[in-house]
Every structure is written in C-alpha cells, then in structure tokens.
C-alpha cells in the first residue's frame, strides 16, 4: 500500500500530485472516498500503479503507467484504464 485512507472515515479535500516529478510508486493508492489529481508533469515511473479512489483527474502533461505484464501469472489484456464499480 502506497497511500490509504479507511472508507469509514468522511471525505476530506481531496489529494492532488504536482509538478514535474517521476515518481517510482508500485503498489495501491486506496482512497475510497477521496478525489486524486495528478497535474503538470506528474507521473509514475514504475511499471504499474492500481488507484483506488472516488475521482481521479489527470491534468496536463501527467500520466500514469499501467503495464502489468510483470506481474506473476498476468495475462496480457486491453490496454485501457476501466472504472469498476
């Protein structure tokens, strides 16, 4: 786990990731009842970040990887973000 919140607790203002910034994030983002924004030149640069949050916004030049044919047992798919509710 990268970031977490509980879902019990009530939302807040919302986090947001700025600047030009690569950062080397593996793992979970889990803020249920949060809002996330990734702006300017922010990004990841690990091979795949799962983000589990009420709204994610990606603004500008930011970018989030998601290869996870490193994975053990990953089975190649589409290469599209899905929202799962």
């Known amino acids: 786990m990268l970031f977490i919140k509980d879902r019990a607790q009530p939302a807040a203002g919302g986090s947001t ?6 950062m080397n994030m593996t793992g979970i983002i889990y803020l249920p009842n949060e ?11 690990s091979a795949y970040t799962t ?11 930011a970018y989030v990887n998601a290869n996870y044919t490193s994975l053990s047992g990953c089975v ?9 509710e």
């Open 17 to 22: 990731m700025t600047g030009n910034t690569s």
């Open 35 to 45: 809002s996330l924004t990734f702006s300017g030149g922010a990004g990841t640069s």
């Open 51 to 61: 983000i589990v949050v009420d709204t994610l916004k990606i603004n500008g030049n």
């Open 76 to 84: 190649p798919g589409p290469r599209v973000a899905r929202l799962i």
